[in-house]
T-cell receptor
Framework: AQTVTQSQPEMSVQEAETVTLSCTYD???????LFWYKQPPSRQMILVIR??????QNATENRFSVNFQKAAKSFSLKISDSQLGDTAMYFC??????????FGQGTELSVKP | GAVVSQHPSWVICKSGTSVKIECRSL??????MFWYRQFPKQSLMLMAT?????????EQGVEKDKFLINHASLTLSTLTVTSAHPEDSSFYIC????????????FGDGTRLSIL
């Protein structure tokens, strides 16, 4: 079975500093997509960043970047220059070939002033 | 960008009533929509996959007679919680599949359901 694991239930970071959220997954598929979603207190699901497995280059979106290690099945999210608005639940997700999104347990990130 | 509208955003009702939640893709056609349930500070749990013109596919442990799903058109899926009880209180989120592998699902804003 495909699984996604986020081992950090809660994290905190000072405003303007950098934080890394970890995610590991398990699959036998060779090509797939990985995503990080942000869910603020409003509970909207917001796509933060995506990574295609066959691309070796790590995806970057402004202050957000990933460290994708395919062999280790690791997909961590780095948030640089953290802002108060980054406070949210963050979910790592794997898109399988059946079309389903498999979510991790989530990491609750608090950015402190 | 693609927009998915979910309605209502919040509903409170008495135990024993049925509640219908709508999920609409506003600017694209979605042959597949998904329904999730989320408890506070927990992850999204997939309940079922809604396929236009055919029966929904339910995940293991989800009561199909309790959670009725209808996907009658390419832009609308509905979830009906039948004879709702307090334990059905939760946050329900739908998503629509645009068929694009790099952004497979667009999410609605969710429905907070409270059963008294």
């Amino acid at each position: 079975a495909q699984t996604v694991t986020q081992s950090q239930p809660e994290m905190s970071v000072q405003e303007a500093e950098t934080v890394t959220l970890s995610c590991t997954y398990d699959t036998s598929e060779s090509n797939y997509y990985l995503f990080w979603y942000k869910q603020p207190p409003s509970r909207q699901m917001i796509l933060v960043i995506r990574q295609e497995a066959y691309k070796q280059q790590n995806a970057t979106e402004n202050r957000f970047s990933v460290n994708f290690q395919k062999a280790a099945k690791s997909f961590s999210l780095k948030i640089s220059d953290s802002q108060l608005g980054d406070t949210a639940m963050y979910f790592c997700a794997f898109h399988n070939q059946g079309g389903k999104l498999i979510f991790g347990q989530g990491t609750e990130l608090s950015v402190k002033p | 960008g693609a927009v998915v509208s979910q309605h209502p955003s919040w509903v409170i009702c008495k135990s024993g009533t049925s509640v219908k939640i709508e999920c609409r893709s506003l600017d694209f056609q979605a042959t597949t929509m998904f329904w999730y349930r989320q408890f506070p500070k927990q992850s999204l749990m997939l309940m079922a996959t809604s396929n236009e013109g055919s029966k929904a596919t339910y995940e293991q442990g989800v009561e199909k007679d309790k959670f009725l799903i209808n996907h009658a058109s390419l832009t609308l899926s509905t979830l009906t919680v039948t004879s709702a009880h307090p334990e059905d209180s939760s946050f329900y989120i739908c998503s629509a599949d645009r068929g694009s592998a790099n952004q497979p699902q667009h999410f609605g804003d969710g429905t907070r359901l409270s059963i008294l």
